[in-house]
């Protein structure tokens, strides 16, 4: 898929199929946040991956924003080593992690709740922080491919100086 054609059509999914995701393409996805930069290549992150399903339904209680966790056929926990830039990092990783499931035809969603919880249900060292639960899944619902409710570009883009459309 076209890097844009993916951020065009990019939805957070919040209901899963009964499928697994591959080994290849769950493996593709770590090596995208892998991948992803960061400030003076610190690399900040770890990412903890979990399929057991007892695992996946502990998550999904301690995820106050994100219940359907517990219905994902994976998640990967996000922890960073706190740092001046880590939370911009792992941002950059997460979303790289999103978009390159989402070639796969994998459905995901940034799930911002249950740290404290994951971090101690894990063994996530003391200096981590949890940042995110991200599940993964094949979508249960057909999305709305692009269908987003968006600002205009007049709205939010300027030229030059605050004020100045950039144009349409």
Partial sequence: ???FEAIRTLFAVRRYRDKPVPEDVLRRVL???????SAMN???????VVQDPNML?????????????SEAPVAIVVAIQPSRFAIADVGRAI?????TAWDAGVGSNWVGSGG???KELLGIPEELDVVAIVPL????????????????????????????????
């Fill in 42 to 48: 610190k690399q900040p992150w770890h990412f903890v």
């Fill in 116 to 118: 404290p919880a994951a």
């Fill in 57 to 69: 339904r502990q998550l999904g209680a301690a995820a106050q924003t994100g219940p359907y966790v």
């Fill in 137 to 168: 899944g094949y979508p249960a619902d057909a999305v709305g491919q692009g269908q987003k409710s968006r600002k205009p570009l007049s709205e939010i883009a300027h030229r030059e100086r605050w004020g100045q459309p950039f144009g349409v």
């Fill in 95 to 99: 979303q790289d992690m999103l978009l």
């Fill in 1 to 3: 898929m076209d890097v």
């Fill in 31 to 37: 090596e995208a946040g892998r991948l992803s930069p």
